[in-house]
């Protein structure tokens, strides 16, 4: 079991890792202070170490007195950025819901006579951009389209909090991997009807990670003091797109034949297409340096654990 941190507030813990990270604070008996807008959170059953309290994920308010209290904050605030398809103001709302929380958080901490010891903010690998080639560390500089531009506003508003004597790391999350929700829920159907297949060329990197080990990866963030700074949340194991439907086809017995050509994607998606038509290698080269130890550092293990 992991070791008690006291109180950690975590902002987005509604959401599918939110959730999981939750629990296993909870787990090592660990007091957590949930910043929630949502009223069907508000009336969840109450656990004993386990607090509801409402923000709007702009303004201070109420919530900020939880602040002088925590010994960390976790933000994983954050629409999803696959749900609609890509018009501005859809790019627009996308950003501020990453980087008004996080303005809000860091505006707490300013005002907080007691700082926390610790921002554990998330991300995505999406700062890097498509890159084709090459594994990406780091250190790798940003890309130009939007998931890069939006990411490293959103860094920057984290960051922020390092001027205050707050430790800082940037969560550069790779594709989560969970039967429940996000990509690999939306391509299970498909192979299930036996039309399974890679979307778009195939050539393109798909970085993933096991839930357990995202979860895990944020527990170690939060207890090793001396990481900070950006860390590539993505399994050791690199694949491409081709390979990961080849290697979730076989897992299902079912083909991986049918792929879905990256014209018909961009028609039906638009910019969005760049989800699951762009891509890095990146590795967790900090992770692993640092000690931390997968739990699931092959695509074959990590699926069949998921689909049982």
């Known amino acids: ?148 531009r939006t990411c490293v506003a959103w860094e920057s508003s984290a960051l922020e909090a390092q001027e205050l004597g707050v430790r800082v790391v940037l969560l550069r999350s790779g594709i989560v991997l969970d039967s429940r929700g996000g990509a690999l829920k939306k391509m299970l159907l498909p192979f299930r009807l036996f039309v399974g297949g890679p979307l778009g060329s195939g050539d393109q990197w798909f970085p993933w990670i096991h839930h357990e080990d995202e979860v895990r990866a944020i527990r170690f963030a939060l207890d090793t003091t001396a990481l900070s700074g950006a860390l590539n949340l993505a399994a050791p194991q690199a694949t491409t797109m081709r390979d990961f439907a080849q290697t979730l086809g076989a897992v299902m017995h079912r083909p991986s034949i049918f792929p879905v050509p990256s014209f018909v994607l961009r028609a039906i998606l638009g910019e969005m297409s760049a989800i699951v038509l762009n891509g890095q290698c990146a590795k967790p080269e900090k992770l692993l340096k640092a000690g931390f130890e997968f739990r699931f550092p092959a695509l074959t293990g990590a699926l069949k654990d998921i689909l049982g």
Do not use: C
């Open 1 to 148: 079991m992991d070791t008690p941190l006291g109180t950690v507030i975590v902002a987005g813990a509604t959401g599918l890792i939110g959730r999981k990270l939750t629990s296993s604070l909870v787990e090592s008996r660990t007091k957590v202070v949930v910043l929630t807008r949502s009223q069907d959170a508000m009336r969840a059953p109450v656990h004993p170490l386990v607090r509801y309290v409402r923000w709007d994920g702009k303004n201070q308010g109420e919530w900020t007195q939880y602040v002088e209290s925590a010994e960390a904050i976790v933000n994983l605030s954050g629409q999803s950025i696959g749900e609609k398809r890509w018009s501005e103001t859809r790019k627009q709302e996308l950003l501020l819901s990453r980087t008004e929380p996080t303005g809000a958080l860091v505006e707490a901490i300013r005002h907080s006579s007691k700082k926390p010891k610790a921002l554990v903010n998330a991300s995505a690998v999406g700062f890097y951009g498509n890159v084709p080639r090459g594994n990406v560390v780091e250190n790798h500089p940003p890309g130009q389209d939007f998931l890069g």
